[in-house]
């Protein structure tokens, strides 16, 4: 037995499903999950020796690439003066400064453990701070396995969300309103009947759980206008897309400006970290400077926050974002040539660092057309592409990720397995 699969196995016996997150488990794929044992750059090696260029990059968490130098000396040198204090430090003021300075749209901060609790926390502060109930979310947009947030849209577009999952009670969603994504008609209709109501709305402003996919132009801005309108908060979740698709996110590319914003993956340098932010007034309403209870034991832990330090000293650097944005822009493009190629239907595109794929003839604009792509190419594409040695998502509804460790060896690399990839998809399907 391979190793991979007697390490599948054995995890099996003691982990549900044998993986702690469920994508890792190739549910939408088939086949034996890898076991990583190390990584440097853009490369990781199998529990079996066998290399293979990372697209995933910790699912978007390292922007740097794996075991970037300044990154483990902060990590090393943290772990050596203390792991944990549950009490403030110097560098947590240092980390939160960074971010302020970077987003115009925050100007105070609060750093937490994982991306989940930044959303979490936003949807909290948003109701605490309007004294309303109800929240928006789209369809197609994960905002971590909140309850409330974890909810799928009903037989009509204005329905209250049902539970996406068991374990949680029609209650946690019963104010909960799930909207088609990029619908404005649908989004003003929301506002209409429910806007008194209405304490946010939470959107994924890039979304990147249904694979890539951007809004349509001015949405942003017209729902930026509703919730002007109705005193509603904008919640922009920028966990992917934090310093991720540009310096300031999609809100320094789009020019929208949200009221709280939650950010993750790359503000901790690869370790568990996550934040949430805005404008002071809304800010000042959490605890202890206000009356909506938020904590954490290691919150701002030390070494979380060096990696993230390390991290984000080396991201906002000149030219940062122009490199990794023109190799990211190389690669969909090598996508797109080996499709036209074989004569197969496939598209691309690239924002910043992250990119998307998908069998078909044009980019999909919200849920729907995303889950109807074609699985079954994905499916001969992603083990064909593991086979050559490329490491890719393992599900066709995931963005893929660059670091700043890619560069020319990577991109012919990807293009030679794209190339066997691809013809073994028009020779098969």
Excluded at 111 to 120: C, H, P, W
Excluded at 123 to 130: I, K
Excluded at 376 to 404: C, D, N, W
């Amino acid at each position: 037995m391979a190793r991979n699969q007697f390490l599948f196995e054995k995890s099996k016996m003691v982990i549900p499903g044998g993986v702690n997150s469920p994508v890792r488990a190739f549910g939408s794929v088939g086949g034996t999950p890898l076991f990583f044992e190390r990584g440097k750059g853009a490369t990781v090696w199998d529990s079996e020796g066998k290399a293979f260029v990372d697209y995933i990059c910790s699912w978007g968490a390292l922007v740097l690439g794996h075991a970037n130098e300044k990154v483990v000396d902060a990590i090393i040198q943290a772990a050596r003066t203390g792991s944990s204090f549950g009490a403030p430090t110097e560098a947590e003021f240092e980390l939160a400064e960074i971010i302020v300075k970077t987003f115009n749209s925050i100007e105070q901060i609060r750093l937490v453990n994982s991306g989940t609790e930044a959303t979490m926390s936003a949807v909290r502060l948003a109701r605490g701070f309007t004294k309303r109930p109800k929240i928006i979310k789209f369809e197609g947009c994960y905002h971590g396995h909140v309850d409330s947030l974890l909810v799928k849209a009903g037989s009509g577009a204005l329905t209250f969300g049902q539970p996406d999952s068991d374990g949680v009670p029609l209650g946690a969603t019963a104010d909960t309103l799930v909207l088609s994504y990029g619908n404005f008609e649908e989004l003003e209709n929301a506002f209409d009947r429910h806007g008194d109501d209405i304490a946010g709305v939470i959107i994924e402003p890039i979304a990147g759980n249904m694979n890539l996919i951007k809004p349509p132009e001015n949405f942003l801005q017209f729902l930026r206008n509703l919730c002007d309108k109705f005193g509603s908060l904008l919640i922009f979740d920028e966990v992917m897309t934090g310093f991720r698709v540009g310096l300031q996110g999609v809100q320094g590319l789009m020019g929208v400006s949200p009221d709280l914003t939650a950010l993750g993956k790359v503000i901790g340098g690869g370790l568990p970290m996550g934040a949430f932010g805005g404008r002071s007034d809304i800010m000042q309403k959490i605890a202890p400077a206000g009356p909506v209870y938020q904590a954490g034991t290691l919150s701002g832990n030390p070494i979380a926050v060096a990696a993230g330090l390390a991290t984000l000293r080396q991201v906002v650097e000149p030219g940062f974002f122009d490199a990794i944005s023109s190799f990211t822009e190389k690669l969909t493009k090598e996508i797109e040539k080996s499709g036209a190629k074989y004569n197969v239907d496939i598209c691309a595109q690239a924002i910043g660092s992250m990119f998307g794929f998908y069998f078909a003839k044009s980019v999909p604009q919200n849920f729907s057309e995303a889950i109807a792509l074609d699985k079954q190419k994905f499916r001969i594409f992603f083990h064909e592409m593991l086979a050559q040695g490329v490491y890719f998502a393992p599900s066709p509804f995931e963005s893929g990720f660059t670091s700043i460790s890619h560069g020319t060896k990577e991109l012919s690399k990807t293009s030679k397995a794209l190339d066997s990839a691809i013809h073994k998809v028009s020779s098969t399907v």
